[in-house]
């Protein structure tokens, strides 16, 4: 009974953060008030947060409890950026245009499609993007009705697609794929640049579980993004990370 009970924990906190009801930042009840929902020991908890915290879900802080984590991404170099946040942080105006929408099945020889539409449709989305007036970026986007259906109903003329997916629909997984590419004449014309122009491709797939929420493909005129890290040698006994975070010290 033990053993199904902690699973069943861990069960409900997984769900509550999937769905967005705990989203991140949000500290998860205490040990003590899980115990006392349950009616089980302390070890019954721990062993239904432990592969919480494990997978990332959530992130556990001695005396202070424990949150739910931001999402993780299989990337060393980026997160899931929002575009009109990270053009109105640099203090720059922002302007969006939508400038296609449709709703549509899947293309049937499109075995990418035929993923995301998981036998039901796809909405179509193409925008562009500006920073203080100059295209910044196009956006070619396809979003899952199947996964996300309230999506079928938004919005998208005042609220950028990106924007609205990330305060609207929970994810566990993301991929990012980049490249240089060379564009159509009509993406060319569209971005405002040369045909010849160098330009940076960003495409991404994102998942909640094992449905597919989206895929995206971002196009950069070359001189408007670059991508960046910092890193550091890992620390395999981990004192370089408590010695960062007073909430970890004893």
């Known amino acids: 009974m033990d053993l199904t009970l902690h699973r069943r924990i861990r069960s409900d906190i997984a769900d509550r953060i999937l769905s967005g009801e705990w989203s991140p930042g949000f500290r998860i009840p205490f040990e003590h008030e899980l115990m006392a929902e349950y009616g089980c020991s302390r070890m019954t908890v721990n062993k239904a947060l432990a592969p919480l915290a494990e997978r990332g879900m959530i992130i556990r802080r001695r005396r202070f409890g424990s949150f739910v984590a931001r999402p993780r991404i299989h990337s060393f170099v980026l997160d899931i950026p929002d575009i009109q946040a990270e053009i109105l942080n640099r203090g720059e105006p922002y302007d969006f245009e939508l400038l296609s929408r449709k709703v549509r099945a899947a293309h049937k020889r499109d075995a990418e499609e035929l993923a995301l539409a998981a036998s039901g449709e796809v909405i179509e989305l193409r925008c562009l993007h500006r920073s203080s007036g100059r295209p910044f970026a196009l956006e070619e986007r396809l979003i899952s009705l199947a996964s996300v259906p309230q999506a079928?109903?938004?919005?998208?003329?005042?609220?950028?697609?990106?924007?609205?997916?990330?305060?609207?629909?929970?994810?566990?997984?993301?991929?990012?794929?980049?490249?240089?590419?060379?564009?159509?004449?009509?993406?060319?014309?569209?971005?405002?640049?040369?045909?010849?122009?160098?330009?940076?491709?960003?495409?991404?797939?994102?998942?909640?579980?094992?449905?597919?929420?989206?895929?995206?493909?971002?196009?950069?005129?070359?001189?408007?993004?670059?991508?960046?890290?910092?890193?550091?040698?890992?620390?395999?006994?981990?004192?370089?990370?408590?010695?960062?975070?007073p909430a970890a010290a004893p």
């Open 152 to 245: 079928r109903d938004a919005d998208f003329t005042g609220v950028p697609p990106g924007t609205w997916l990330l305060e609207c629909v929970p994810w566990t997984e993301a991929e990012h794929r980049i490249r240089a590419v060379n564009v159509s004449r009509a993406t060319a014309l569209t971005l405002g640049i040369d045909p010849a122009a160098a330009c940076l491709s960003l495409e991404r797939r994102t998942w909640r579980r094992a449905e597919r929420i989206t895929f995206v493909r971002l196009t950069f005129p070359g001189e408007a993004y670059d991508l960046g890290a910092r890193f550091a040698q890992s620390d395999p006994t981990g004192a370089l990370d408590q010695a960062a975070d």
